[in-house]
């Protein structure tokens, strides 16, 4: 340890010290740092088919954002001694598959999947990021904000469903296949990453989550996804 | 006049108080912030076709700075009293005809055309920057600015001629189409755009270009189009 480099509060180095938890954190890094470069493609692909300049530039203002998370997350996994785009790669099937199932047929598809997609990965990370030293929680909670995001997507949806409620029925079956295609690819990515699924067991000086603690889990991502759904005018 | 704005350079107030100056300083802004938006929307899709996770983060890693460009641009344009997606409008069609006149038949196109046809603009908006005040002149030139872009396509493109030199013969036709369609579309927009054109004539105490020295920078123009194909390895 250099004195250039930043002193890890004495939990964090104990931490690093065990290779399955650092081999968790490059798992965890990657799968954010890959679904965030496939978020910015998806946002500049839509961007495209924007009905205005003004919405064009609203989403690529998002993807530039995703993209600028990326960047942050891949240097941490080079800090971590890890190669970012190898680290990557276990994660792009399941992450390629979430994205080929769920295709937007229209532009109002894509605003709820952005919407709901993200914000669902969101709650997921941060519920995992509470079990990591305090400098990995920081990075992954501040690669989860967007809420300019959030505002822009709301007001279009709404406004949609305004001037046509029978586009509410189909948006609120968008948004429950959204929710079943993850849970599918997310159980497939722990089994496969023994890692992870051993950082929700917990370790040394590290505490796990049990069963129930794994379903009161649950429980609190499908209440903030049916929080989303009506934020959106949906029901769930 | 308020404390919080900058003041101006007395050269550059009376510039601006001039309309067709401001016009002109408008619609330039208005192009260029365009045209990165569009290269910012290329970029992504071409860092969907790259053949490696590192080529894709290279690729999206130049659009997102396109698109800082865009947002930089758009603010002055702004400060100057213009709506940004209403001063872009003129410029859609003949940027989306270069575009669609000029669609990359592969990902090595896809390279050429971003190196030789981002440069020919650099290029053009640096000549034209060097008639206007030094604010609008410093952030055009800064928004132009791309050395990172340049090199990961030189080498790209010479190592793909290196596996197969008949890819050359094919590229440097492909460079001189860009050239082609670049000029046929300049001229369109220099038709259309009286303020534009003022700008390149001259007016009170701004110095302006006449036949001759409009020939002496279309010679410059051709020789640095030349000088970037020689150094993708390319025969102009």
Redo the contacts between chains.
Sequence with gaps: MTESSPTPAPGDRIAFDDPDYRAAVVDLLAVISYGE?VA??RL??D??SAP???A??DL??M??AE??N??RL?QRLSELGADP?AA??PF?EPLDAFHQHTAPADWLESLVKAYVGDGLARDFYAEIAAFLDVDTRDLILSSMERTQHSEFVVEHVRAAIAADPRVGGRLALWGRRLMGEALTQAQGVAAQRDALSALLAGGIDRPGMDLAALGRMFSRLTERHARRMADLGLAH
């Design positions: 470069l910015f493609e500049a692909e961007a495209r205005s300049l003004a064009k530039v690529a203002t993807a530039a993209f600028d990326v960047l891949n785009y990557m790669e792009r």
